[in-house]
């Protein structure tokens, strides 16, 4: 018998380019794939300004990427009838984990509106994303009641 998957997506471009969604659910669990800082339009928000070879030399924007990041989350969530009170287990991606530790406290306590967020969390320093402009990339599960 065959899975039962409900999957979303965005509509950005890399969608179809790389061929996967955003995200799916399968019973009571939602699994989003990597988010990043792309407005509806799938232009990236605050891209970090790049050095000759195309890496990152400013990791001032991780902030406002992640932002971005919770918002495409929380929309995507929201598709589903949930909302960050039902992650339990969140990964952040990032280029720079010094600069994604003090933007990620603040982001984190904001988005999901308390000085501890409910959920696992998981920082790993990595040496590149899909984009060499984006500083970080957040991935999610979330838990709901079986509808």
Same mark, same amino acid.
């Given at each position: 018998?065959?899975? +039962?998957?409900? /999957?979303? +997506?965005?509509?950005?471009?890399?969608?179809?380019?790389?061929?996967?969604?955003?995200?799916?659910?399968?019973? $009571? /669990? @939602?699994?989003?794939?990597?988010?990043?800082?792309?407005?509806?339009?799938? %232009?990236?928000?605050?891209?970090?300004?790049?050095?000759? =070879?195309?890496?990152?030399? =400013?990791?001032? +924007?991780?902030?406002?990427?992640?932002?971005? /990041?919770?918002? +495409?989350? @929380?929309?995507?969530?929201?598709?589903?009838?949930? !909302?960050? $009170?039902?992650?339990?287990?969140?990964?952040?991606?990032?280029?720079?984990?010094?600069?994604?530790? !003090? %933007?990620?406290?603040?982001?984190?306590? %904001?988005?999901?509106?308390?000085?501890?967020?409910?959920?696992?969390?998981? @920082?790993?320093?990595?040496?590149?994303?899909?984009?060499?402009?984006?500083?970080?990339?957040? !991935?999610?599960?979330?838990?709901?009641?079986?509808?």
């Amino acid at each position: 018998m065959p899975l +039962n998957k409900q /999957t979303e +997506n965005l509509g950005v471009a890399w969608e179809k380019a790389f061929g996967y969604v955003q995200a799916v659910k399968v019973k $009571d /669990t @939602i699994y989003i794939s990597g988010q990043l800082s792309h407005d509806g339009a799938g %232009a990236l928000v605050a891209p970090a300004q790049l050095d000759a =070879d195309g890496k990152p030399i =400013d990791f001032s +924007n991780m902030e406002a990427q992640l932002h971005q /990041t919770y918002v +495409n989350a @929380i929309a995507l969530l929201a598709r589903y009838g949930a !909302t960050l $009170d039902d992650v339990v287990e969140e990964t952040l991606y990032v280029l720079d984990v010094d600069a994604a530790f !003090t %933007a990620g406290a603040k982001v984190r306590k %904001a988005m999901y509106g308390c000085e501890q967020p409910q959920c696992a969390s998981n @920082i790993i320093g990595i040496s590149r994303l899909a984009f060499p402009a984006q500083l970080v990339e957040v !991935t999610f599960r979330a838990v709901v009641a079986d509808q």
